[in-house]
């Protein structure tokens, strides 16, 4: 790249280390540790950040009228360009501050009553869940978990949801890529299933927007959301819900607007906040630039790529188990693995406090182990390093 804030994607570089030794530089130095927890907060590229800070000194020049005559008018377009990566109309998005807003305001504004069935899984988000549980304890709804493993085939899982289906059920929530190990759910053909019985569908995309390719269109759900601030690469701060058109009049907004309630996406609008740092909104258009220049295929690929190689490595030590499942196209940047007779947690304290590599422990209900999500900003070299700090910190504890 020929100027790391301005970065150009030149079509002359292969797909090898050289073409994303270029991406690298794009990216702040990530330091003092090695960041293998993207799927948490992903740094944002230096074009980005320079476009917030840029936005961030505009708006203090003029706060009043710099935050909302000027960088506000910028949003319609941000949301064509936002439409053009996830397949669905401007008019459906809204923006907000990150995927447990957005799905707040679907779970909170879905209109039921007692009785009503909602099916989620024990392993949804834990807040997705918690948001559930609370309609239920106040409003007499019926939420039930679909019970199914992790490893299990795509088939077992829509039987397990299609078993769960009762008359009273209403909405299905559903993730399509678990945060936990980086399992892809078959969610259009849930989708489907539920779309055939009249049921509302809540889909969690957090994971999966600008990592795997997803059409909105294709998925026919009725709501999705995700963060901005994961893999496309947008500042801490920004979120996306998508409100299917027919849903938005009969969905009730998280938080009363400032006008008359419109009946239309507005409604769900991170405006409706009141004051809020428009700067942070800025750094969204060339994030979107960013990911275009590389592609979303071209993206998917490196992160199946990174994960295929670390995961390679690791199976040369001696106890180690994956969580994820690894030959299947929907692979991504997201695993979690254990090592059998050493604990985990202590694992990852000590890769972070003798090695400065970091790494995620994660725990739910029978599962648990060290996710590891590295980005398209990492080389094979860092994963080499990691490796071989996990080797020495395994054989430590033997």
């Keep these: 790249m020929s100027n790391a804030t301005e970065p150009h994607l030149m079509s002359s570089y292969g797909a090898g280390e050289e073409y994303w030794e270029g991406v690298r530089a794009a990216y702040p130095k990530q330091q003092p540790l090695m960041n293998l927890n993207n799927a948490a907060v992903s740094p944002p590229p230096l074009v980005v950040e320079q476009a917030m800070i840029d936005a961030y000194r505009l708006i203090s020049q003029n706060p009043d009228v710099n935050m909302w005559s000027k960088l506000d008018a910028a949003l319609p377009s941000i949301k064509e360009e936002l439409a053009s990566l996830i397949d669905c109309s401007p008019d459906e998005i809204a923006l907000n501050r990150n995927s447990t807003e957005g799905l707040c305001t679907a779970i909170f504004g879905i209109p039921l009553t ?39 085939s795509d088939d077992d899982i829509l039987v397990a949801y299609a078993k769960a289906i009762t008359p009273r059920t209403r909405v299905m929530q559903l993730t399509q890529m678990f945060h936990w190990t980086g399992r892809v759910l078959p969610a259009k053909q849930l989708c489907h299933l539920a779309r055939a019985q009249g049921i509302i569908t809540v889909v969690d995309g957090a994971q999966i927007f600008a990592q795997l390719p997803v059409s909105f269109r294709d998925l026919d759900c009725d709501f999705f959301v995700t963060s901005l601030h994961k893999w496309l690469g947008a500042a801490v701060g920004n979120g996306m819900l998508i409100v299917k058109q027919s849903r938005i009049d009969s969905t009730w907004p998280l938080l009363a607007p400032f ?32 990911h275009k220049e590389i592609g ?29 499942p690894l030959d299947t196209d929907n692979l991504g940047g ?62 430590r504890h033997r």
């Design 296 to 324: 979303t295929r071209k993206i998917h690929a490196r992160l199946q790529e990174l994960t295929r190689y670390w995961v390679d490595l690791a199976r040369r030590i001696p106890g180690f188990r994956l969580h994820t």
């Design 259 to 290: 006008d008359p309630p419109p009946l239309r996406i507005d409604k769900f609008d991170h405006w409706n906040l009141g004051t809020y740092n428009s700067a942070i909104q800025a750094g969204i258009a060339p994030a979107i630039q960013f």
């Design 334 to 395: 997201v695993a979690l693995f254990s090592i059998d007779g050493v604990d985990s947690k202590t694992i990852e304290q000590e890769l972070r406090g003798t090695h400065r590599v970091h790494v995620k422990y994660r725990q739910v209900r029978y599962l648990h182990g060290l996710r590891v999500s590295p980005h398209i900003y990492m080389l094979k070299g860092d994963l080499d390093i990691f490796v071989a700090a996990l080797e020495q910190v395994v054989n």
């Design 114 to 152: 007692a009785g009503d069935q909602v099916l989620l899984s024990i392993w949804d988000y834990p807040s997705v869940r918690a948001a559930w549980l609370q309609r239920q304890e106040r409003e007499g709804i019926d939420v039930v978990s679909v019970q199914f493993d992790l490893m299990d």
